[in-house]
């Protein structure tokens, strides 16, 4: 099972100090927009979003198709192909990516201690 780029997204209270905060550990904004609330900060091949007013708590994102550089690989498991293998491990899902589709696509899994767990395809 290949679940791509590996982030955790933070539900942030005030997304200006918590990217100063993040850059005294040697993250450098990646991507994102800070007017629209969020960024991406990246360390090495550790990225993490801080999303202001967007999540209800800290989220445990995988990109399928992704690199840590969030460039595309050419090999890599589908959203949708994740989804049924989970699916016959009898893994509840929150939402479900739409099986009828193909490219981008999205699902949400809860861990057993309430954790969201979001798989997010862009490509």
Do not use: C
């Amino acid at each position: 099972m290949q679940l791509g780029n590996f982030s955790i997204s933070l539900a942030v209270k005030d997304i200006q100090e918590s990217k100063t905060f993040y850059e005294k550990f040697g993250f450098q904004v990646f991507g994102g927009d800070i007017s629209q609330n969020w960024l991406i900060l990246k360390n090495g091949d550790a990225n993490i979003g801080l999303f202001q007013g967007m999540f209800d708590q800290n989220t445990l994102t995988f990109n399928p198709g992704w690199d840590s550089n969030a460039q595309q690989l050419e090999d890599f498991t589908d959203v949708r192909q994740l989804q049924r293998q989970l699916k016959e491990q009898d893994v509840a899902f929150l939402i479900q990516a739409d099986e009828s589709t193909t490219g981008p696509a999205h699902f949400i899994v809860i861990d057993p201690d309430g954790n969201p767990i979001l798989v997010d395809q862009h490509v």
